[in-house]
Every structure is written in C-alpha cells, then in structure tokens.
C-alpha cells in the first residue's frame, strides 16, 4: 500500500509539472515578452507643417500589426488553424492589457481565404477575428484591405471589396485623423492603373484627399480652388496600405526579421510583391508622406524612398508566417512620430521547452519505475524470508 501510495503521488506530481509547463507555454509567456517592450518617446521622426503655439503637441500612441491570415475552411489543418488563433489571441489581448493602445491598425491580409470564401465561411471568419481582436470602447480598431482579403486586382470584384469594407466601416481610400495626425488609409490592390472600375474610383477619391490635404498644409495660397474642401489638420500624412511602395527586392533590409538572406536579392514583381513604380511615385508625389507603414511581404525592412519618404514594411504577426512574429509601437505628433519594435515568443523557443520539459518527466518517470520496482523486488524477498521462518 504504500508502494501504490507512492505512485499515486508521483503520478499526480507528474500531471501537476505538465499542465504548469502548458500554463505557462501557452498562457504565461507572452506577458515577459510584451512588458519588455514599451512606448517610444515621441519626437524622433519627421514632422509636417505647422505649429503647436509653444504647447507640447498631443501624443497618439498607436500599436501596428499586420498579415495576421486566419486560416479558413479549405486551406489547412484543424490544429494548425487552432494553434494560430490562440497564439494570437492571447499576444493580441496581453499587448492591450500592458500597453494600452489608443488605436490600433491592421495593414491587411486578416484573413487567409477571403478572396475565395463563401458567404457562409466568410461569417465564420469574421466571429473568430472579431473573437480574438476584441478590444475595449477606449481602443479603436482600424483596418486595411490586403489582397487576401478580397483577391489580388484580377480576382477583386465589388462585392468582396464592400463585404469588406461593411464588416470593418472602411472604404478604399480614406483620412482617419486621431489629434491631429493625418493617417492615410489606402487599397493598395486597387492600384494597378488598368483603369478597372474599382481602381477609377479610388484614384479619383485619393485625388481628392490628396488636394483637401494641399489645401490644409497650404492655407491661403489656393485661393478659391479650396473655398468648399474639408479642412484637415496642417500636418503632412503618414500612410497605411498592404502593399509596399517599388522597391527592387530586400537587398538593403537587415534585423533579426528581415527576410532570410537567401532570398533578399530575389527581384519583387511589381503589382504583385510591391506596386508599380508608377503607382508609387502617384502617391509620394500626390501626399508628400512623412511615413508609409506597408505589409504584405511577412518580413521587415526599412526604405528610404528619393532619400525623403521612409517606409517600415510591417512583419507578420502569425507564427504561421514567421517564427519570430512582432508588431510596431508608434507615438505620433502633428509634428513628430516615433516607432519601436515589440517581438512576441519565438515559435522555436516554445518547441524547445516542451521538449526538454517532456524529456525530463519521461526520465524520472523512467527512474521512478525502477525504484518502485525495485522496492517491491525487495519487499518481495523480505515476505519470503518471513515465510521460510
């Protein structure tokens, strides 16, 4: 009996370590990563025009993420798809508990399978990315279309583009400011200049934006061509769109989440990797940005374009995509903005500590066994003696 008493104890000390390893791999260790990261001061960016009147300028503090692809109904495993998710959503939820963002932007590719679900699938993805990027009234949710939500330019049709935007309050082109900071919201798969008719429309908005913008940073030299535009902040925009400006390949990006060196002298195709060249110098010259934040290629990179206009690709922010996911914390003035990088687990590291936590409960399990065992051999042998007495 107290043999068996024994084992029980080692058995419900083995299932106690197992579930805390779980606890913690699954749970607890996304709060050390994200308390590392904290708010950059604002003030170490480009500024726009205009003034402050000698008062310090009101920070925006927003968290950026991108290419979160939750996986549909036809591509992928169950496990996979339920892995994902978690992981995501209990690094998305601990970053708004310790950081609380004021807003927080996604530059497209929600969802995996959005330019090809049905009707019915497609509610079934939008409950579980509503689910796992719930936040709370004080936090504002802003998101970009990517082209696997609504196909790339030669599968984009109207109706994918307004399930879209119905579901998030978007449109392909749009100016969300947030105290006095002028965020440029575009659809980058719109912008193939075939003259599609979703692609006229949004050149034609973006036109308009782009002259409300000039009107305001302006102020008193348009004249009459600026009596009836909206009025917006003085404050040049920064912009947010899936896809990258031109740039050749990621030869020139470094950082522990840059594309792997192997393929970072592999050519983009435009439209397809990044935009036109033409599309891209529409936009730098239409908005003159101080900032493009862009996703899309699932690594991070830096570009400073015609040595005036940086952009930060945004890596991805699925452990499906990479195995260091990570999002950007940004403190933004009317003047000024800021950024730092905040990395979430390493997918390896979680690996490592499940095996080494199950080698090492496999060898004491191992260990134990032999001791019961042999303390039975020995109590065996001690009952045999008393009988032969």
């Known amino acids: ?68 692809h939750l996986l549909g109904a036809l591509r992928g495993h169950w496990f996979d798809k339920l892995r994902r998710e978690w992981q995501m959503e209990r690094a998305f939820q601990t970053a708004l508990w310790l950081l609380q963002p004021e807003v927080v932007f996604i530059l497209g590719d929600i969802f ?86 979703i692609c006229q429309s949004v050149e034609k908005e973006l036109f308009r934006l782009s002259h409300a913008l000039n009107c305001s940073t302006q102020a008193g030299s348009m004249g009459e061509r600026c009596r009836d535009v909206r009025k917006l902040p003085s404050s040049r925009p920064i912009i947010l769109q899936h896809y990258p400006l031109y740039r050749a390949n990621d030869a020139g990006c470094a950082g522990e989440d840059a594309a792997p060196p192997e393929e970072r002298n592999l050519l983009f195709k435009e439209q397809y990797d990044v935009l036109s060249q033409a599309a891209s110098q529409k936009l730098v010259w239409w908005f003159r940005p101080r900032l493009i934040l862009s996703g899309h290629t699932h690594s991070a990179c830096e570009v400073l374009h015609e040595d005036l206009f940086p952009e930060i690709s945004v890596p991805s922010f699925s452990w499906r995509n990479r195995n260091n996911p990570s999002f950007i914390l940004g403190s933004f003035t009317s003047e000024t903005f800021n950024l730092s990088k905040c990395f979430l687990p390493q997918e390896s590291t979680v690996i490592a500590i499940y095996c080494a936590c199950a080698a090492v409960l496999i060898v004491l399990t191992l260990v134990h066994f032999h001791l019961f065992k042999g303390t039975l051999h020995c109590a065996s042998c001690l009952m045999s003696k008393h009988k032969s007495l």
Not at 35 to 54: A, F, V
Not at 129 to 134: C, N
Not at 141 to 165: A, C, P, T
């Open 1 to 68: 009996m107290p043999g068996l008493r024994g084992k029980g104890v080692f058995l419900c000390l083995l299932l106690w370590s197992a579930s805390c390893v779980f606890l913690f791999c699954e749970y607890l260790i996304y709060f050390p990563a994200v308390w590392r990261c904290s708010w950059p001061e604002p003030g170490g960016g480009s500024g726009g025009s205009g003034g402050s009147g000698g008062q310090a300028a009101p920070v925006l503090r927003a968290l950026v993420l991108s290419d979160t």
């Open 112 to 197: 995996d399978e959005g330019k090809w679900s049905s009707p019915e699938d497609w509610e079934d993805d939008v409950r579980r990315f509503l689910q796992m990027f719930r936040h709370p009234s004080d936090t504002e949710l802003v998101v970009v279309v990517g082209n696997h939500d609504i196909g790339f330019h030669y599968e984009m049709s109207w109706f994918k583009l307004q399930r879209f935007e119905k579901v998030f309050n978007a449109t392909s082109a749009r100016i969300v400011t947030r105290k006095g900071v002028n965020f440029l919201l575009v659809n980058s798969v719109a912008l193939h200049g075939d003259g599609c008719s």
